[in-house]
């Protein structure tokens, strides 16, 4: 079974700038993918950025430019660098990471992010 915990949430200033971390345990196939989702109040989730095994990235639109999505895969963990945070971004952050094996997803709890005005 793996285990997904997100990591780095926290209150920042509009135009600040947050990590978040992404830790996958557990681990007994190999990852394919990693993904960050957020979801705001009364909003439905969506995606943020990917990351695969070999380093291919795709970003939402609203995102790129601002963040950056990078990973470990010796220690099966994924960073979000988010620069230039904008109120409309307060939200859950989750991770989630997909099996090489069965495609299963993989979710975190989420962490909050909050950015004040």
């Given at each position: 079974q793996v285990q997904v915990v997100e990591s780095g949430g926290g209150l920042v200033e509009?135009?600040?700038?947050?990590r978040l971390s992404c830790a996958a345990?557990?681990?007994?196939?190999?990852?394919?993918?990693?993904?960050?989702?957020r979801q705001a109040p009364g909003k439905q989730r969506e995606f943020v950025a990917q990351i695969t095994s070999d380093?291919?990235?795709?970003y939402a639109a609203a995102v790129k430019g601002r963040f950056t999505i990078a990973r470990d895969?010796?220690?099966?963990?994924?960073?979000?660098?988010?620069?230039?945070?904008?109120?409309?971004?307060?939200?859950?952050?989750y991770c989630n990471a997909q099996s090489a094996v069965s495609l299963k997803?993989?979710?975190?709890?989420?962490t909050q992010v909050t950015v004040s005005s």
């Open positions: 509009v135009g600040g700038s947050l345990s557990g681990c007994s196939v190999s990852i394919r993918a990693m993904m960050w989702y380093g291919m990235t795709n895969n010796a220690k099966n963990t994924m960073y979000l660098q988010m620069n230039s945070l904008n109120p409309e971004e307060t939200a859950v952050y997803l993989y979710w975190g709890q989420g």
